[in-house]
């Protein structure tokens, strides 16, 4: 038991968001990916709703989505706002990575809270989140500002909407060290 212990703790202790520029291009098994979504599967949700939904660009799908947040970002842009780095930011942070998954959230307004359902789909992303940390493979959740844009784009229904994009890629591991202030501020004790 104690060894279990031990490596969950250092798991989720060295979870870490890596960006796109830190990745090296080296293409992710399908079966590794499957593994991710499969533990995202395995999260907490109040009476059963399952409310996450993936949508996976890979290979030429990662075009199609940088394409597409380019053109959204040019079309939202005012002419004072626009700039060709965001532009190209938007971008190269899908094209730099190996896989970016869109994080869809099916609502359930006749069965829980939506607070329930965003509290559900989060457990499912640090689910995947320190799986990918498990296999060595370097993620980060981003909420992008046109993060409503994408809804139409990935067909989503009236009771679907997407909560951002989890971005994936091996990378060189680094010592990025925790930035944290103690437990010991964060917590009340009530024992008698």
Not at 33 to 47: C, D, G, M, Q, S
Not at 98 to 108: D, K, P, R, T
Not at 173 to 183: F, Y
Request: aromatic fraction near 10%.
């Amino acid at each position: 038991m104690s060894q279990s212990i031990d490596t969950i703790n250092q798991i989720i202790r060295n979870r870490r968001s890596i960006f796109p520029p830190e990745y090296t291009g080296q293409e992710i098994p399908r079966e590794l990916l499957e593994t991710v979504l499969e533990n995202a599967n395995y999260a907490p949700t109040h009476r059963l709703t399952q409310p996450w939904r993936f949508t996976v660009f890979r290979g030429q799908g990662l075009q199609k989505l940088a394409d597409y947040m380019g053109d959204t970002y040019r079309a939202n842009a005012t002419p004072e706002s626009f700039s060709e780095a965001k532009l190209e930011g938007a971008r190269n942070k899908v094209l730099k990575s190996a896989c970016v998954i869109a994080i869809v959230m099916e609502i359930h307004p006749d069965k829980v809270p939506e607070w329930e359902e965003v509290a559900a789909v989060s457990c499912a992303v640090q689910n995947m989140w320190l799986t990918t940390t498990a296999l060595g493979i370097g993620a980060y959740w981003s909420s992008p500002s046109n993060v409503n844009a994408l809804n139409q784009f990935l067909n989503l229904t009236p009771s679907q909407k997407c909560v951002g994009l989890f971005f994936m890629g091996y990378h060189l591991p680094k010592d990025k060290p925790a930035v944290r202030t103690p437990i010991e501020e964060k917590v009340t004790w009530v024992e008698a």
